[in-house]
């Protein structure tokens, strides 16, 4: 049994809620309909813990509430399966054969035998919401919650869902608090209808439903469910006159739905063109090195500019080749490497902590964010000269530099990425209450993994940047120091060929870390956009 008896609950000093008094008993089925911003789903999150009345008493004597949030909260990075499971992953650490069988089941009862393995990506809006209803049921609740789950779907879709929900509720015996705006939903499913009034909400009338009860195989309302219908859309229109003002808003809101209707055939377009554009661009690119190239010796010539200041590019190209085969280069190229790796790497782990931690504590990110600032304004080269007092001509000083000169940008995007997941699955996170381990195992890291990796692709070019600012102060080998060493000797073509290497590594860095972007959002189905 839930009972709610003189419920208030405000927000930033407005009252929201106000005297609100419901029940909901064993094997019942009860709706909430109100005016939209009335205080409906702060309604379902009092009685489902996520927030605390700040009067009144929620009396709840069921051990095993489910919620289906209005939004889509299926996990994008899980397959349908795991995303069923994954209520008892969280309560029980570990999925034993019964759990897939039981939840392998429970699709098949909701009408998706044969979709274990797909991902949400690949779903229709109504059937991820059927898959929602699956991992709700996985639990075997006594209350399931149902937060407008099926708004978001075209009337046929929800129809259909409405005849299932009716025939779970009826199997399967539990109690559900539903909330929506649709009469005539409320009326074919639930026992008792709460209509609820404009803000401050209150309870301004119930109806009772002796009819829900019944199996029903198409969405059909009986003579007697027409007649509480009828008597409900009576009270809402004396009692909710704000809405009469909103012809101009549903047409307006009508518009809106045809042109983001416009909008998505146009987006389903896009990627053909987009890929033909990327193919076309990318056949471009050789065509285009060798017009830059041959424009490069007729300015040379043209103008007659000194070796000095502008090689021949042949003189450059044949002193890069020179320099492969008789292995000159490769000493150098190997430490630039070796600096910015470790450097890339130390300041991946580094970010990725302290960015996790400061998201989820503001006293540490208002704590430490001053002196992270403060730290990030002091230009790196001003750094080295105390670097080298305290290591020496080592590599230490140069994978530091590259550290610093990546850590803060890399940070910024981590903080970034968690608080976004934070935010977007926090009614999730607060529902089911993972471990501090689980949290950040299945919902934070793989959520924010897309927005980690877009970030990574331009950080890692900086490690570069980093080594090569190192290798100028502190360095005799590396691409740096082998400019520095060319331009003592006047070999300026040697100077660009040290210059071509570190653009090939920039352009090796941010090609492999965009491979890896690519490999774990298909395979986790993630993007920026989930």
Known sequence: MVKLENIDFSFDNKLILSNINAKCDSAEFISFIGPSGCGKTTLLHLIAGIYKPQTGKI??????????????????????????????????????????????????EVGLPDISRLYPSELSGGMRKRVELARALVSQPELLILDEPFSSLDVINRERLNVLLKKLFINHKFSVILVTHSIEEAVFLSNIIYVMSDKPSSIISTFENKEARIPAQYFLLSSQQQVIESNIRLRVSENWQNLSENGQYKRIKSKNLQSEKVAVKIQEKEPLKNRLKKSIYSILIPFELVFIFYLLEFIK?????????????????????????????????????LESLCGFI???????????????????????????????????????????????????????????????????????????????????????????????????????????????????????????????????????????????????????????????LGLTYFSLANFIYIIVTKRKKITKEN
């Open 59 to 108: 009396i709840n004597t069921f051990e095993r509430v489910s919620f289906v949030f209005q939004n889509d909260s299926l996990l994008p990075w899980l397959n349908v399966l795991q995303n069923v499971l994954l209520p008892l992953e969280i309560e029980k650490g570990k999925i034993t054969t019964d759990d897939k069988e039981k939840a392998i089941s429970i699709l098949s």
């Open 301 to 337: 010539k043209k103008f007659n500019i000194e070796d000095f200041f502008l090689p021949l590019p042949s003189s450059i190209l044949k002193r890069f080749l020179e320099t492969m085969q008789t292995g000159f280069i490769l000493p150098h190229i190997f430490q630039t490497v």
């Open 346 to 504: 130390i300041a991946f782990i580094l970010s990725l902590i302290s960015g996790y931690l400061l998201s989820r504590s503001k006293f540490l990110y208002n704590l430490a964010m001053p002196y992270i600032i403060a730290f990030n304004t002091i230009p790196s080269v001003a750094l080295i000269p105390f670097l080298i007092l305290w290591f020496g001509f080592s590599i230490v000083p140069k994978i530091i530099i590259s550290i610093i000169v990546m850590f803060f940008p890399m940070l910024i995007t981590n903080i970034t990425a968690f608080i976004q997941i934070q935010q977007q699955y926090k009614n999730l996170l607060i529902f089911y209450k993972p471990s501090a381990f689980e949290r950040f195992k299945r919902f934070e890291f793989p959520g924010a993994l897309a927005y980690i990796f877009s970030g990574v692709k331009v950080s890692i070019t900086l490690s570069i940047i980093g080594a090569v600012v190192g290798e100028f102060q502190a360095g005799s080998v590396g691409l740096g120091s082998l400019i520095l060493i060319a331009k003592a000797n006047f070999d300026t073509p040697l100077m660009f060929v040290a210059l071509l290497w570190l653009i090939i």
